[in-house]
């Protein structure tokens, strides 16, 4: 099955500065990545996501990159806020059975990003 | 719009005990999705429905877990037998077609 692996597992930054969150992923059939912001006590919320035909997306001061070849994608924070302090998750998903868009989605483990005022 | 819910948003129940979760997903959302997170942890798939039935059971840990969507629209998530291995925060998405979307989920725990 698939597996994501996820890096850092921590990340602390300035106001302003840019924050990058690097996942990689096993199974070449992957082709949706979404990301997600997670804050405490609430659900995950979809931030940005990229489907496999796209090597880059981006969207106001956020950004995710695919590397299909190399199995990776990353996602870029530009001009931080304290705002921005959460735990973020990659994950990644198949294309279902009979070409459809449905299934499960594989998370990684996570990166809690701090950002300093 | 109404966002997903989940419902109740906390349970304590005792080991050995039947718990049942509900989930209200997104009006018109025709995939629903439960995953479970252990505290420090991502999401981990259990299940989903594509309508009325379960399209993919392949992440229900045992069969003291077991999930329903009669109508094809409510959910709820059984748990039979709870022991404390089972304490986590359950999570309902739902999914229009490819984007799944998060409720806030239920923090079970099982004492």
């Known amino acids: 099955g698939e597996n994501v692996e996820q890096h850092p597992s921590t990340l602390s930054v300035q106001e302003g500065d840019s924050a990058v969150i690097k996942c990689t992923y096993s199974?070449?059939?992957?082709?949706?990545f979404p990301w997600y912001k997670q804050e405490l006590g609430k659900g995950p919320q979809l931030i940005i996501d990229i489907r496999s035909n796209v090597g880059e997306k981006k969207d106001q001061r956020i950004a995710v990159t695919l590397n299909k070849t190399a199995k990776h994608f990353s996602l870029h924070i530009t001009e931080t806020q304290p705002e921005d302090s959460a735990v973020y998750f990659c994950a990644a998903r198949a294309e279902g059975a009979g070409g459809t868009s449905y299934g499960k989605l594989t998370f990684g483990q996570g990166t809690i990003l701090t950002v300093h005022p | 719009g109404a966002g997903v819910s989940q419902t109740p948003s906390n349970k304590v129940t005792e080991k050995g005990k039947y718990v049942e979760l509900r989930c209200d997903p997104i009006s018109g959302h025709t995939a629903l999705y439960w995953y479970r997170q252990s505290l420090g942890q991502g999401p981990e798939f259990l299940i989903y429905f594509q309508g009325t039935g379960a399209a993919d059971d392949s992440g229900l840990p045992n069969d003291r877990f077991f999930a329903v969507r009669p109508e094809g629209s409510v959910s709820t998530l059984k748990i039979q037998r709870t022991e404390r291995g089972d304490s986590a925060v359950y999570l309902c998405?739902?999914?229009?077609?490819?984007?799944?979307?998060f409720g806030p989920g239920t923090r079970l725990t099982v004492t």
């Open positions: 199974d070449s059939a992957s082709n949706y």
């Open positions: 998405a739902s999914s229009p077609r490819q984007e799944q979307y």
